[in-house]
């Protein structure tokens, strides 16, 4: 049975307490100044994705109506996907849907404690925390089109030539996975399978996933409302990317300093990009094309496999999953699991 018990929240609020919030206010311009720096930098070397992204997308809307999946069937997989990523189950089964029944019944007990004291701990450093987000989400998006970490001092001169190449093959390579609206969706169908631990274009994956929808559809999400889930997600996604990313732990004494000098390497980094004068241009090779055509004509063959029926009675698991990605978050942050798997040690109600 999940639970939170005081010791587990006591725990968690001790250690959300040492947020040094008048160092984040101070530090509140800075970091402004910087997240701006490096979104203008990331929106510069992704430049090239932008008209495949809006194409893809527009293709992902209208597939939905030609293969018979809607928007929110499709919406609630990708729900039901993100949750049991978020809560780390083993490829989905009968076990996966009874875990999540007994998650859903410890979100509606623990929720609104749980956001209430985490509204407390986190709002008075929501502004410092909403940068921190910006920043850190500018940061992972430029990393992985470079491949390169911008809090490495030094390495500005050389990002934009990798970006620049970077997004000019990336777009290529989407471009080909767009070859249809019904591709595109059949690619977001075999994200979410896999994220369930399915191998949709295997043999027989269309009927693992159609098995897991049957399953899917008796979870029950949290029969109460969990309002401010979006805020609390930014805020303490912004705790752990800060961690994962930065690898600065706010939460400890040295985090100021720490965060200082890297955004130090960050700006220096940003001006010397802007500055540099080379810039470079790549082309996707026909052989990549041709491997994102071949994926891409694969997906769809084994999307035709999928019951729309089946996806059109998957629950709504859009909060459930938002309050799941808060649990990891915390998770991370803190070290402590708000849903875990069982009472801890010291635990005297069982």
């Known amino acids: 049975m999940s639970c939170v018990c ?37 929106a510069a070397a992704s430049a090239a994705l932008g008209a495949s992204a809006s194409a893809s997308a527009t293709a992902s809307a209208s597939a939905a109506a030609s293969l018979g999946i809607s928007a929110s069937a499709m919406a609630n997989l990708e ?20 875990s999540m029944n007994v998650t859903a019944r410890s979100m509606a007990m623990t929720m609104p404690g749980l956001g209430a004291l985490l509204g407390t701990l986190l709002s008075p450093a929501a502004a410092a925390l909403a940068e921190l987000m910006k920043l850190a989400a500018a940061l992972s998006s430029l990393n992985n089109l470079t491949g390169m970490n911008l809090t490495t001092p030094g390495i500005g001169a050389s990002i934009a030539t990798s970006a620049s190449a970077s997004a000019s093959a990336s777009a290529s390579a989407s471009a080909s996975a767009a070859l ?48 401010g889930l979006g805020t609390l997600l930014g805020q303490t996604t912004s705790l752990a990317m800060t961690k994962n990313l930065l690898g600065v732990d706010l939460l400890k004494k040295a985090a100021m300093a720490q965060l200082a000098a890297m955004l130090g390497n960050i700006n220096a980094n940003v001006s010397a990009a802007f500055s540099a004068s080379a810039r470079a241009s790549a082309s996707a090779s026909a052989s990549a094309s041709a491997s994102a055509s071949a994926t891409a004509s694969a997906a769809l063959s084994a999307a035709a496999g999928v019951n729309a029926k089946l996806m059109a009675g998957l629950p709504n698991l859009g909060p459930m999953s938002l309050a799941a990605k808060v649990n990891a978050n915390l998770a991370l942050a803190t070290g402590i699991s708000p849903f875990a798997a069982g009472p801890c040690s010291s635990c005297r109600m069982f």
Not at 19 to 40: F, H, I, Q
Not at 190 to 214: F, V, W
């Open 6 to 42: 005081v010791n587990q929240l006591a725990a968690m609020a001790a250690q959300l307490k040492n947020l040094p919030l008048a160092m984040l206010l101070e530090l509140l311009g800075p970091l402004r100044t910087t997240a701006l720096g490096v979104g203008k930098l990331s």
């Open 79 to 98: 729900a039901l996907a993100s949750l049991h990523a978020s809560l780390g189950l083993p490829p989905f089964s009968a076990s996966a849907t009874a």
């Open 180 to 227: 249809s609206a019904n591709a595109a969706l059949a690619m977001r169908l075999n994200a979410a399978a896999k994220a369930l631990g399915i191998n949709l274009m295997a043999p027989g994956g269309a009927a693992r996933l159609n098995a897991a929808l049957t399953l899917a559809a008796s979870i029950q999400p949290p029969g109460i409302p969990m309002p």
